[in-house]
């Protein structure tokens, strides 16, 4: 018993403490501008800008994120430097789920850019994205 409590305490700040967007709209404005800081070669920007809404351990969440820009400068390498963002979809399952999809694009190709927001009690969380460089999974 005394693990599950000391499991919770940790857990339960880690959850409760991601932000929540009101609706929506709201959730595309936030990854319009992530996707803007994405545009300009700014991951930093947009990771810390991503980070207060995500429900995952603050350690988790910087680990992931240097080595998804570590990824993102070997792809800069093949493909060249981002020279803007474009958003394609939305699509909706239930009342509780729902995904953005945009491409980053760069000098000689588009990388999807995917985020899954999730319905809480307080709004919108970011629960999850990724990033890649397989076109071929935008098209089913």
Do not use: C, H
């Not at 932000?19 to 800081?37: H, P, Q, Y």
């Not at 995952?56 to 963002?85: C, H, N, T, W």
């Amino acid at each position: 018993m005394k693990i599950l409590t000391a499991l919770l305490a940790v857990l339960i700040p880690v959850v409760a403490g991601a932000d929540a967007v009101k609706d929506e709209g709201a959730a595309r404005a936030l990854t319009d501008s992530i996707m803007t800081k994405v545009a300009v070669g700014d991951l930093t920007a947009a990771f810390d800008l991503m980070r207060k809404y995500m429900p995952i351990p603050k350690a988790e969440f910087e680990s992931m994120a240097l080595k998804s820009e570590s990824l993102r400068d070997q792809y800069g390498a093949r493909y060249g430097k981002p020279v803007g963002f474009e958003f394609l979809d939305t699509e909706k399952k239930g009342e509780s789920l729902f995904k953005l999809e945009y491409i980053e694009k760069t000098e000689k190709t588009a990388l999807p850019w995917v985020f899954f927001f999730y319905k809480t009690a307080d709004g919108w969380i970011l629960n999850s994205f990724f990033w890649n460089d397989q076109l071929t999974l935008l098209f089913k």
